[in-house]
């Protein structure tokens, strides 16, 4: 089919799991692809593959300045949203949204530069790959996560993750052995051991690069937020300093406990000081978690807040006094970069983060983080103390962190260096 040419400035950017109403990660990490592509020159569109569950949500419009349309002109095929709906349209979605956005790009791939795909099930990559090799176009799959090490962390025990093992192999196989392999142009690796777990599976290192998560940087301070975050100030739980986590809600793959029992020995020696838990996560990971905090006796301390809108989440990132990134060293870990770390960093905020390979890669302790091992009680402890006792320094690191976005995770130079990765590659090569 020749060689791939970029000259067109239209760009196809999907995946699944968006939300355009609240927002949520998937959303918001592909608007910031999205933006730096814009900066560039081109004009994004973005093209949901699973079909929406929000009866608030319009089947096109407009979400931080770019443009999305679901396949279907009504979103769904059966109308009405809740029970059996939901389960119906999804099913049903998943396999005609991929096929509908395959005919769109077949039939504009005289205008189209290229397609950036998020996170996606095997068979909707697979039927956008053909698409995209009939139409002589480039595919480019951001790999943010390792599917197998993820049901490998899942909070499910017993027969119940034995289950979802064998639910989740065939996929796997599929995935690595053929859509990866022959569907896919270009494979983006979220971090440096996931490209090399593709390496040691035999990928061809042209067909790998490295794509952390990133920040449109020029718009960073666009975000409107609510300059009255709702307080009850009768409650001396929010007249407390206070720790902040966000993100999904793991005890799997996250230090909860070693995290409370520091907490616990912090308070008892005289600090006073609360944890705040955003984010929503598996029903059975959530219960682990409340019971963990019931079990350390820290429920004075910590509160769960569940899933909340962006801005009130922002809001809550700006006041804490130190945000976490407290990851257990599990394979799940250290195939994935966590999405809130840019959100900490944007805001120049300090963070506790634990000792990953990740993590050293970008950050020194005391210096722009502070790293600590997610298992040692002690360390976590000691980390709480030093920053109550250093404000001053505390705010230091969190503007050092800052530069490090800059840096290391601006939107901008990674789109610019994904488009040079493409230029030049054929299907022969």
């Given at each position: 089919m020749g060689l791939y040419n970029l000259k067109y400035n239209s760009v196809v950017i999907t995946g699944g799991g968006f939300g355009f109403v609240d927002g949520n990660a998937s959303s918001n990490l592909s608007v910031e692809f999205a933006l730096a592509y814009k900066e560039l020159g081109f004009s994004p569109i973005i093209i949901p593959q699973n079909p929406s569950l929000s009866d608030q949500e319009a089947s096109y419009g407009?979400?931080?300045?770019?443009?999305?349309?679901?396949?279907?002109?009504?979103?769904?095929?059966?109308?009405?949203?809740?029970?059996?709906?939901?389960?119906?349209?999804?099913?049903?979605?998943?396999?005609?949204?991929p096929l509908l956005t395959g005919w769109f790009i077949w039939r504009r791939r005289k205008t189209i530069s290229h397609v950036f795909s998020q996170t996606l099930r095997p068979t909707t990559l697979a039927i956008l790959g053909v698409a995209c090799r009939f139409s002589g176009l480039p595919l480019v799959y951001h790999l943010v996560e390792e599917p197998w090490s993820l049901t490998a962390q899942a909070d499910l025990t017993g027969w119940r993750r034995l289950l979802r093992a064998l639910q989740v192999l065939p996929p796997v196989i599929f995935l690595y052995a053929l859509v990866l392999r022959f569907l896919v142009t270009k494979v983006a690796?979220?971090?440096?051991?996931?490209?090399?777990?593709?390496?040691?599976?035999?990928?061809?290192?042209?067909?790998?690069?490295?794509?952390?998560?990133?920040?449109?940087?020029?718009?960073?301070?666009?975000?409107?937020?609510?300059?009255?975050?709702?307080?009850?100030?009768?409650?001396?739980?929010?007249?407390?300093?206070?720790?902040?986590?966000?993100?999904?809600?793991?005890?799997?793959?996250?230090?909860?406990?070693?995290?409370?029992?520091?907490?616990?020995?912090?308070?008892?020696?005289?600090?006073?000081?609360?944890?705040?838990?955003?984010?929503?996560?598996?029903?059975?990971?959530?219960?682990?978690?409340?019971?963990?905090?019931?079990?350390?006796?820290?429920?004075?301390?910590?509160?769960?807040?569940?899933?909340v809108d962006r801005n009130t989440l922002a809001e809550a990132q700006r006041n804490a006094f130190l945000c976490l990134?407290?990851?257990?060293?599990?394979?799940?870990?250290?195939?994935?970069?966590?999405?809130?770390?840019?959100?900490?960093?944007?805001?120049?905020?300090?963070?506790?983060?634990?000792?990953?390979?990740?993590?050293?890669?970008?950050?020194?302790?005391?210096?722009?983080?502070?790293?600590?091992?997610?298992d040692s009680v002690d360390e976590i402890h000691d980390a709480l103390m030093w920053s109550l006792l250093k404000p001053e320094q505390l705010n230091i690191i969190g503007n050092r962190g800052g530069e490090i976005l800059r840096k290391e995770f601006c939107a901008v130079n990674h789109v610019r260096e994904l488009l040079k990765s493409c230029r030049g590659v054929g299907y022969g090569d």
């Open positions: 407009s979400y931080r300045g770019i443009e999305y349309s679901y396949p279907l002109k009504r979103k769904n095929i059966v109308a009405g949203y809740g029970g059996w709906r939901n389960s119906v349209n999804y099913r049903l979605g998943v396999l005609i949204n690796c979220i971090t440096d051991q996931l490209m090399e777990l593709l390496r040691r599976l035999g990928y061809s290192r042209y067909q790998l690069l490295y794509l952390p998560n990133v920040r449109y940087l020029a718009g960073e301070n666009s975000v409107e937020v609510n300059p009255e975050m709702p307080k009850s100030y009768d409650d001396p739980f929010f007249n407390l300093p206070y720790l902040l986590y966000s993100g999904q809600v793991s005890a799997g793959k996250e230090s909860f406990r070693p995290l409370f029992e520091a907490l616990r020995k912090l308070n008892a020696d005289g600090g006073r000081v609360a944890l705040r838990i955003y984010g929503g996560g598996h029903p059975d990971a959530v219960s682990r978690v409340c019971k963990l905090i019931e079990e350390a006796d820290v429920h004075r301390w910590v509160r769960y807040f569940g899933f990134l407290l990851k257990r060293d599990v394979a799940f870990n250290r195939y994935n970069f966590p999405t809130k770390l840019m959100d900490y960093l944007v805001n120049k905020k300090p963070v506790l983060m634990s000792n990953l390979e990740l993590h050293n890669k970008y950050f020194t302790n005391k210096f722009d983080a502070l790293i600590v091992c997610p």
